[in-house]
């Protein structure tokens, strides 16, 4: 029995992570499941301080309007002002599960690794989820209301499908620096069953025998 099963998973809405969360919680028996749409309410309700509440006035694709005109830079630069706070949570969610032998999943927008330090303590399986066909993932967006996310109307999120993009663009650009595994969400049953091949893999304890084989 695997004791500590943390596994975070990133991705821009949309490209199918709440579904693949749901399956594996399933598939590993994990009982704790965690959205940070949820802890960037709890951050947005809680902050006290002129920055922080300023970092969360708006939704994460309108936060450039704190840094001027809307360009790639500054939408990204609002991007990762949220993540530094998101990213703070995040890191000290895992570190508590580590910490009691809990088994969690974290689902994410804010995959931004270089402030993620604590996807590389052991035990912990990060992963990135991107759909690189943009009209499959305008499909999918609408679809999420159906299935995942009721009162999410996927057509507000597609009319920001340019800033979800470079957001995924960052995210990837750190996937590749830290030998993170990104899995193309093209065929939602394959994607799923490879990543869920893939995290048992990874948290499969090696047992001395198998260590020695060669």
Known sequence: MVKNKVIVIGGIPGVGKTSIA???????????????????????????????????????????????????ENILRGYRAQGKLISRGINAVIERAHRDGEGLII?????????????????????YIQVSDPQRHSQMLLERARY???????????????????????????CASHGIRVFDNLDYNRTRDEITAFVRQSIQPRTLGSANKP
Do not use: C
């Not at 598939?27 to 802890?39: G, P, R, V, W």
């Not at 689902?107 to 992963?127: K, M």
């Not at 109307?153 to 920001?160: F, V």
């Open 22 to 72: 749901g399956h594996l919680a399933r598939q590993l028996d994990i009982d704790i499941m965690l959205s940070t749409d949820y802890l960037r309410e709890f951050l947005r309700n809680a902050a006290e301080g002129r920055r922080t509440q300023e970092v969360f006035s708006t939704s994460v694709y309108d936060a450039w309007k704190n840094f001027g005109e809307r360009t790639r």
């Open 107 to 127: 689902e994410t927008l804010y995959f931004i690794p270089d402030q993620l330090p604590a996807l590389t303590i052991p035990g912990t399986v990060p992963l």
């Open 148 to 174: 995942t996310h009721p009162g999410q109307p996927g057509d507000r999120l597609a009319a920001q499908a340019d800033a979800y993009r470079f957001m995924a663009e960052d995210s990837l650009q750190g």
